[in-house]
């Protein structure tokens, strides 16, 4: 099991915890075994009443590790479907627990695309939003085609999405997928907050209205398998292969 991802319980609250300062909270397969292990082990579970995802002070994460995705290849559709990451998109698909994100510093591809399966975001003001899946040559993930152009219009998702704009806490919060900003340092401080403010409101009220808000959960892994079978082609394509290259590699020169 990995020490890069601590899970804890705090009041009714489990914490999911990012700890890989030294990769920027890079993602591995084994992180997302971890984190949807978390998730899943908490549906069934009374005594958890909300859920939080943090990366702790500085950091949230920087997305997929590069270099995995670089030794991965191309993915057949199976072979994508069955990924850790995949998985760790249902885990967020089929939640039933409010989820709250703690963001302080960057946030970079499902970094920022786990946000819209969140259901309270709050960002420091050196939060940084990106997903330069194009960059990468890569295409969305995460239902992120689906729920970033529901949230904030298409217009601002192409920009992101497409063109890798990225946004800062202040565009998000406008944008509406962050609730609010808060001083560098203080996210889980405040997210602890909101938990204790969830946790105190009935849990089965609380739960048959958060299925109502949120889109359904098939819905979502219909739209995670259709983008999870092209980005597993795409991870052998000739620009993604260069795009991890060019970053694995750029220290060397
Ligand atoms: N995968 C693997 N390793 C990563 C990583 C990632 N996504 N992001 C950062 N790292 C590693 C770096 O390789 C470096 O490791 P090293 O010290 O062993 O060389 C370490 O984390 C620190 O990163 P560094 O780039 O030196 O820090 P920085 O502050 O200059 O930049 C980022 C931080 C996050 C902006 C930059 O690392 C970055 O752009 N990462 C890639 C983000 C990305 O494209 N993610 C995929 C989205 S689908």
Aim: glycine letters at 8%.
């Amino acid at each position: 099991m990995t020490d890069h991802v601590i899970v804890t319980e705090e009041g009714g609250a489990r914490v999911i915890k990012l700890r890989r300062p030294e990769k920027k909270n890079a993602l591995t397969q084994a992180m997302y075994r971890r984190m949807s292990d978390a998730i899943d082990t908490a549906q069934n579970n009374p005594d958890i009443r909300c859920l939080m995802i943090t990366g702790g002070s500085g950091v949230f994460t920087s997305g997929n590790d590069l270099e995995e995705f670089l030794q991965a290849g191309a993915l057949s559709s199976e072979a994508a479907r069955a990924s850790d990451m995949t998985k760790f998109l249902y885990s967020l698909a089929h939640n039933t627990k409010p989820i709250i994100a703690a963001v302080d510093g960057v946030a970079i591809g499902i970094g920022t695309t786990m946000l819209f399966h969140c259901d309270y975001v709050l960002a420091s003001t050196t939060a940084l939003f990106s997903t330069p899946f194009m960059q990468l040559g890569l295409v969305p993930e995460g239902a992120s085609s689906l729920l970033m152009p529901a949230t904030m219009g298409h217009q601002r998702a192409f920009a992101m999405l497409v063109m890798g704009r990225t946004m800062t806490a202040d565009e998000a919060h406008v944008a509406g997928f962050v609730n609010a900003v808060v001083s560098p340092g203080h996210t889980e401080v405040e997210a602890h907050k909101v938990a204790r403010e969830l946790c105190r409101l009935p849990a089965e009220a609380v739960a048959i209205s958060r299925k109502l808000l949120r889109t359904p959960p098939d819905e979502l892994t219909r739209r995670i398998d259709q983008e999870a079978h092209i980005f597993g082609e795409r991870m052998g394509s000739k620009e993604a292969i260069a795009a991890f290259k060019a970053f694995v590699d750029r220290k060397k020169h």
